[in-house]
């Protein structure tokens, strides 16, 4: 689901122009998956304009302000979750936490870094939305402890199958300021891509799991 498709396409425009999202669909990146795919998606660069960092921050906050009133907590996904999620809980005015993607090997073993209470209700930030896997299993240790886990709102998801089906099992809702379909339009308009380079990205966003293998 998207937020606002004015703050959609302006989000698009930014991580197009900072090369956060780079497209190559005639030399695909190899994802960790085995996938062949066309767009490799880094929203870390955004931290580094401050610009874009603000306006992602507050876009950010807007969401929770408008869907998820009354939590208590912000929760990043480590690693890449967690300085969005830190700048949206001073916007908000809310304390923070992180979840490990591991749990820590020395000292208390922690696998939530940060002060909470069970009975808390928390919103998790995450930078960007593939399968939900990761997402997911952030949501589950939260929620094993005592935290309500009100939904996920992170900057961009590819919109997969995959990732709706997970989070319904879940039972966990989910938003993004930008998504794969919103963007491409986005990356037409701004010359970084032809129509036929587009409708190759269409073909993969279709099948990523056999596309070019």
Not at 13 to 36: D, E, M, R, T
Not at 85 to 106: D, M
Not at 173 to 201: G, H, R, W
Request: charged share 20%.
């Amino acid at each position: 689901m998207i937020h606002d498709i004015n703050i959609a396409n302006e989000v698009a425009k930014y991580l197009l122009q900072i090369n956060a999202i780079i497209l190559q669909p005639n030399n695909p990146f190899k994802w960790a998956s085995g996938w062949n795919s066309p767009i490799y998606c880094d929203n870390r660069k955004t931290l580094s304009f401050p610009e874009i960092r603000t306006f992602i921050r507050t876009s950010l906050s807007s969401v929770i302000k408008n869907y998820y009133q009354g939590s208590n907590i912000i929760a990043g996904v480590a690693t890449a979750g967690i300085p969005h999620g830190a700048l949206v809980s001073e916007e908000l005015g809310l304390p923070f936490i992180y979840v490990r993607a591991k749990t820590k090997q020395h000292g208390k073993k922690n696998k939530i870094e940060g002060y909470y209470e069970k009975g808390q209700s928390a919103i998790l930030i995450e930078d960007l939305i593939s399968s939900g896997k990761s997402s997911l299993e952030a949501v589950s240790v939260l929620r094993d402890s005592g935290i309500h886990v009100k939904g996920v709102v992170s900057i961009f998801n590819y919109g997969f199958d995959a990732a709706i089906q997970n989070f319904y099992n879940a039972n966990c809702k989910f938003i993004s300021l930008c998504d794969y379909n919103n963007m491409l339009p986005q990356a037409v308009e701004s010359n970084y891509i032809t129509k036929k380079e587009m409708s190759i990205l269409k073909k993969w966003r279709k099948d990523p799991s056999s596309w070019k293998k």
